[in-house]
């Protein structure tokens, strides 16, 4: 199932699956703020790229990152180019800055993006899993981020959300519906 718009001269899709599949320039990962690993899609795309991953990141980010950024490395023996590991806000409630956080995580992915010279992305629905950000607003943020950033400067070309179910994917394309 795909769904696909275009932002001047960007897409932006949605594709159901498992993020380590993707063939792009770029997967975003959803990461914590300790950069060592973790459950959910942090987990699956360790197992999927291999060891060489984690040595990458105790080395060169040994305090981790925070809330609100992404980091980039290699991506080992997934088929991406490099992974971007983004770190989402845990919902508290929504009165802890968590909308503004969630569209910096993205965003600075897409920033990495644009300095590596990936011109293809694709990012899973950061902290709508563990981290408990309520699916209707999370893909909202998601889609209004990723739109803003396509329609100013940049040479990211295909952005692509890979969503893992049916009902996150059915959020994401109201969320895409409501920002075309
Ligand atoms: N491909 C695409 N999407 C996936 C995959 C996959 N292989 N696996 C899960 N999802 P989560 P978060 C979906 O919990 O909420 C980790 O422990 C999942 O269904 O992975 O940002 C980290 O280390 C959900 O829709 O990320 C952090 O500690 C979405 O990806 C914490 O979880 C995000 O779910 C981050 O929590």
Do not use: K
Not at 125 to 144: E, K, L, N, T
């Amino acid at each position: 199932m795909t769904d696909s718009a275009l932002v001047g001269q960007h897409r932006l899709d949605l594709s159901r699956g498992d993020i380590t599949n993707e063939r792009v320039d770029a997967i975003a990962n959803a990461a914590n703020e300790a950069l060592r690993g973790g459950g959910g899609v942090d987990g699956a795309v360790h197992r999927a790229a291999g060891p060489g991953l984690l040595a990458e990141l105790r080395t060169r980010y040994p305090h981790g990152t925070p809330t609100g950024t992404a980091v980039a490395t290699d991506a080992y023996d997934l088929p991406a180019r490099w992974v971007l590991h983004a770190v989402g806000p845990v919902w508290r409630g929504g009165n802890n800055d968590e909308p503004n956080l969630l569209a910096a995580a993205y965003r600075s992915c897409l920033i990495l993006a644009d300095e590596l010279g990936a011109r293809s992305i694709a990012f899973p629905a950061i902290s709508m899993g563990i981290y408990g950000y309520p699916p209707p607003d999370g893909a909202r943020v998601a889609v209004q981020t990723v739109v803003a950033y396509l329609r100013g400067e940049t040479r990211v070309e295909v952005v692509r959300f890979v969503l893992f179910s049916e009902e996150t994917y059915e959020l994401f394309a109201e969320a895409l519906a409501e920002a075309g």
